[in-house]
């Protein structure tokens, strides 16, 4: 009678996942990578499941304020940043880390609200990870 014996371990885990996790998850897994030319090519929103999600806007030209909100249930958001661009990040993590700009924040349901100095309109990101690590980078 062994049979069944390692499922706990993974039954628990998803029980965690899915406590901290984001609502509006989606559970793709992998990698995603999305790096815009235009605001017309950018989604409101990004959700994924198990993995990396990057969403690059250094390319962007940003003609008015853009709101943003990026979603991953275990792995990483990673948000690349117009170099000169005014950000408002508001960083949601169930466990792990959040860093942005020269701050950081680690543990659990914790939550990283920080402003990067910049010009022009205001790139608002709104970012959540149930389990992992959100970077908001230049």
Same mark, same amino acid.
């Given at each position: 009678?062994?049979?069944?014996?390692? %499922?706990?371990? +993974?039954?628990?885990? $998803? @029980?965690? &996942?899915?406590?901290? /996790?984001?609502?509006?998850?989606?559970? *793709? =897994? !992998?990698?995603?990578?999305?790096?815009?030319?235009?605001?017309?090519?950018?989604?409101?929103?990004?959700?994924?499941?198990?993995?990396?999600?990057?969403?690059?806007?250094?390319?962007?030209?940003?003609?008015?304020?853009?709101?943003?909100?990026? %979603?991953?249930? +275990?792995?990483?958001? $990673? @948000?690349? &940043?117009?170099?000169? /661009?005014?950000?408002?990040?508001?960083? *949601? =993590? !169930?466990?792990?880390?959040?860093?942005?700009?020269?701050?950081?924040?680690?543990?659990?349901?914790?939550?990283?609200?920080?402003?990067?100095?910049?010009?022009?309109?205001?790139?608002?990101?709104?970012?959540?990870?149930?389990?992992?690590?959100?970077?908001?980078?230049?």
């Amino acid at each position: 009678g062994s049979s069944g014996s390692g %499922s706990v371990p +993974v039954a628990a885990t $998803v @029980v965690v &996942v899915a406590s901290v /996790a984001p609502s509006n998850l989606s559970w *793709r =897994v !992998g990698e995603q990578e999305v790096r815009p030319d235009s605001l017309a090519e950018l989604d409101d929103r990004y959700s994924h499941g198990i993995g990396e999600v990057t969403v690059d806007l250094r390319l962007l030209e940003l003609e008015r304020d853009v709101d943003l909100e990026v %979603s991953n249930g +275990v792995g990483e958001v $990673v @948000v690349r &940043v117009p170099p000169r /661009a005014a950000v408002e990040v508001d960083a *949601r =993590v !169930g466990v792990g880390e959040a860093v942005a700009g020269n701050h950081a924040s680690t543990g659990f349901n914790h939550r990283l609200e920080e402003r990067l100095e910049g010009e022009g309109p205001t790139l608002r990101l709104d970012l959540s990870v149930g389990i992992g690590q959100i970077r908001v980078e230049r």
